[in-house]
């Protein structure tokens, strides 16, 4: 289906899925934010996305104290971020699942590793911001502002709940 006939929460699912890093942000044991690069293994229809993670890693044991967490993906011109809670898993059968070659570079023994854990964060709110037509759209549309003086168009821009 093209984009214009996709809902608000299919598009911003479908974008997430197309950005391969990004930042999840976790509130620390003083109740600040802290936030790490992190790369999403899936992101599912329902607004779940899965991590990778090792058990004794202090981004478990903030999301053990406080499960309310921040999500956000960025690559070119398109702009994803999410809020929700997170979850601590430990599913043999869905490490195995989302298990890969990167995933390997941090774990090296394996998705069965007793370090080895996943988090689930369930989003339950999300935004995204995508300029179709990349970097020279938005340089366009940048120029174009500037010379009418007309207000930048920054391309598509939604609130979503999930």
Do not use: C
């Amino acid at each position: 289906m093209p984009d214009t006939e996709k809902t608000p929460a299919e598009r911003i699912i479908e974008l997430a899925r197309g950005i391969p890093y990004g930042w999840l942000t976790t509130i620390n044991g003083e109740g600040r934010l802290v936030s790490r690069p992190m790369a999403p293994r899936e992101v599912t229809d329902a607004g779940e996305l899965w991590y990778f993670a090792e058990r004794d890693s202090r981004d478990v044991s903030e999301i053990t104290a406080n499960r309310t967490v921040g999500v956000t993906l960025n690559s070119g011109s398109t702009f994803v971020s999410f809020a929700g809670t997170a979850e601590i898993v430990d599913d043999h059968a869905k490490k195995d699942e989302l298990w890969d070659a990167a995933v390997e570079a941090w774990l090296p023994d394996g998705p069965q590793s007793p370090n080895a854990v996943l988090i689930r964060v369930t989003a339950e709110s999300g935004e995204f911001w995508d300029t179709p037509g990349g970097r020279i759209a938005t340089l366009i549309s940048f120029v174009k502002a500037k010379i009418t003086g007309e207000r930048y168009d920054g391309g598509e821009n939604e609130t979503v709940s999930l």
